[in-house]
Nanobody, 126 residues
Framework: QVQLVESGGGLVQAGGSLRLSCAAS????????MGWYRQPPGIQRELVAG???????NYADSVKGRFTISRDYAKNMVYLQMNSLKAEDTAVYYC????????????????????WGQGTQVTVSS
């Protein structure tokens, strides 16, 4: 059983900063990729930033230069540092983990599904 829990969302002023955290728990051996998605009201969920086990990162064009994604591999955590926030960044942010290898009994398995957190609300006011 794998669970993701996000924290760090809240209300901030435009131009301000916020740091989101996501912790993956369970009998986890490794996670290939982790990322952050967001879903503004009435819009499809979209990728904000992702990072692989090799450290490769990618960002949505709208957040390049402002957001930074990082991982703590030992703790199975991923972070999103958000700077120079804009009103357009307002959304529910979701943590994602893919390529999870976990232990069940005495064996390890590669999960066939992605895992998602419950989401955390980020609201940017002007």
């Amino acid at each position: 059983q794998v669970q993701l829990v996000e924290s760090g969302g809240g209300l901030v002023q435009a131009g301000g900063s916020l740091r989101l955290s996501c912790a993956a728990s369970g009998s986890i051996l490794s996670i290939n990729a982790m990322g952050w998605y967001r879903q503004p009201p009435g819009i499809q969920r979209e990728l904000v930033a992702g990072i692989t086990s090799g450290g490769s990162t990618n960002y949505a064009d709208s957040v390049k230069g402002r957001f930074t994604i990082s991982r703590d591999y030992a703790k199975n955590m991923v972070y999103l540092q958000m700077n120079s926030l804009k009103a357009e960044d307002t959304a529910v942010y979701y943590c994602n983990a893919e390529g999870v290898t976990y232990k069940r009994g005495s064996l390890y398995y590669a999960s066939e599904k992605a895992y998602w957190g419950q989401g955390t609300q980020v609201t940017v006011s002007s």
